[in-house]
């Protein structure tokens, strides 16, 4: 047959007993009767961050978002040990009995001082009970921020915040929220904060890093990384906020070089401007430079964000400098830049300063004629990067140097003394040129060719010259031209009546054919 329910005992069960296993199995709906199913649901709370917190108290705050299927109760509870979820292991507890209402709760309660406090809310009904998935901590000392060192652009060297709480609280894991500002922008200026530091179990304070962006803008000035302490989970400190500097080194002098003699409506794009430094100067001494060649010198434009392109023309410590600047924009008479010096680190000269950069690419050929004349080994420098260098040819030596406009210039004999450059792709201009020299006669009457390309204006295309017609013309300067094979043209300008007198003579030819003169 078949069996089921088979038991062994240890113990002699009574006739009760027995009686009793047969009737709950024999007739279950008699021996057990069942009442209506009901939900068994947990009330729901949570933990909220505190709030008055001080050196001696805080405001511990929770929300109960349902009491469940039961009217709940509602317990917050706290200590210095983190007792989880487990009521007997909290040192203090605090009791809203049933009913209570869905809302927040709160209870101020008084601490120790330099105490790391932690608290947890919890809710029970009928049912059970039901804690707050997470915990608060208080900490009852005051943080606060200093700053530990100034950051510097140049090098991307870091300063940095420290951020502290007293030695005696110290015995877990501290987060510090903070708010960044400042004139300095995140990622531009800086690399961006995350806006929260820990200070780590058994230390008092944690180092908040400022690592700058080396962006190569010159002359950007000194900006700032504010750095602010969020009020909450801790006092804070009088000194709750800190200011590091992002350092822009500067020079330890500059002058505003003002363009105030430019009045014409016309825009000039990267124009030459000649700067004459000097003893002529107030408060300009050659003792401010770092390199007694001037190599730290800089220019900048009006804003101080631009670094300008120069030339040394000629460095005299005893005398004046010339110095071409090359301006971005010159517009009219409120125009200006900059020119600094007095830095060590920049005490060699910038490539720009050398490479013929100071001139842009319009300019084919500038010749200063500034160096001492030699009739081997010394040719006249182009001053652009093309390298038009010419060779002095005539016997020319020292004796050929004279004073000029700016800095040096050549004295010709007026009969085989000549400047010669090559033939070079450069110079073979089409379309349209500008010729333009200082001039100073050494006698009237005579035919003086000054400067130019294939003197003659002959088969030969493309030619250009600045000369000095002879008597038969008034000793009229004259700008000759013949590009793109076109028939020669030539423009007489005023007369140069005066030995003594130095003159600017400019040509220009445009692509139009069209000839005209500038002086």
Known sequence: GEIDEVRV?????????????????????????????????????????????????????????STGAASAAVSVYWGEQDGGTNAAAWANTNRWPAPQSVGGFSTNV????????????????????????????????????????????????????????PAAATNADWAVPYSVG???????????????????????????????????????GNETVTLALTPGRAPLNVSSNAT???????????????????????PL??????????????EFSYQQFASGNGFDLRFSDSNSTAELNYEIEKWDTNGSSYVWVQVPRLASTNDFIWACWGRPTHATPPAYSTNGAAWDSRYRAVWHLSQTPAATGVPMRDATANGNHGACLGGMDAASRTTGVADGAVRFDGTNEAVSASSSASLALSGAVTLSA????????????????????????????????????????????????????SLDGPSLVNTGTWYHLTGTYDSHGEIGRAH
Request: aromatic share 10%; hydrophobic share 45%.
């Open 9 to 65: 005992s240890t113990v002699p069960r009574s006739a009760n007993w027995l009686w009793a296993c047969w009737m709950n199995l024999a007739s279950n709906s008699t021996f057990c009767r069942y009442d209506e199913a009901a939900s068994t649901v947990l009330p729901g709370v949570s933990t909220l961050p505190p709030t008055g917190v001080t050196a001696t108290s805080a405001t511990l705050n929770g929300y109960l978002s």
């Open 438 to 489: 200082w001039y100073r006669p050494g006698a009237l009457g005579s035919v003086d060719s000054i400067a130019g390309k294939n003197w003659a204006l002959d088969a030969q295309s493309p030619s250009y010259s600045l000369a000095k017609a002879g008597a038969s013309s008034g000793d009229a300067a004259r700008f000759a031209v013949r590009l793109d094979g076109d028939p020669a043209a």
């Open 182 to 220: 400042g004139t300095a922008t995140p990622a531009a200026d800086y690399a961006p904060l995350s806006g929260t530091v820990t200070i780590p179990a058994g230390a008092s304070n944690a180092v908040v890093a400022v690592t700058p962006v080396d962006d190569g803008l010159f002359g950007e």
């Open 269 to 282: 794009t990267n124009f030459p401007a000649l700067v004459v430094l000097g003893p002529h100067l107030p």
């Open 244 to 266: 590091v500097l992002i350092v822009d080194p500067i020079y330890a002098h500059r002058m505003k070089v003002r363009l105030a003699g430019y009045d014409r409506p016309e």
């Open 110 to 165: 008084n601490l120790g001082a330099d105490r790391i406090v932690y608290y947890r809310f919890a809710a029970s009904n009928a049912w059970g009970e039901a804690w707050s998935l997470t915990r608060e901590t208080i900490l009852t000392a005051e943080l606060r921020v200093d700053v530990l060192s100034n950051a510097v652009e140049q090098g991307s060297i870091p300063g940095a915040f420290l951020v502290s709480r």
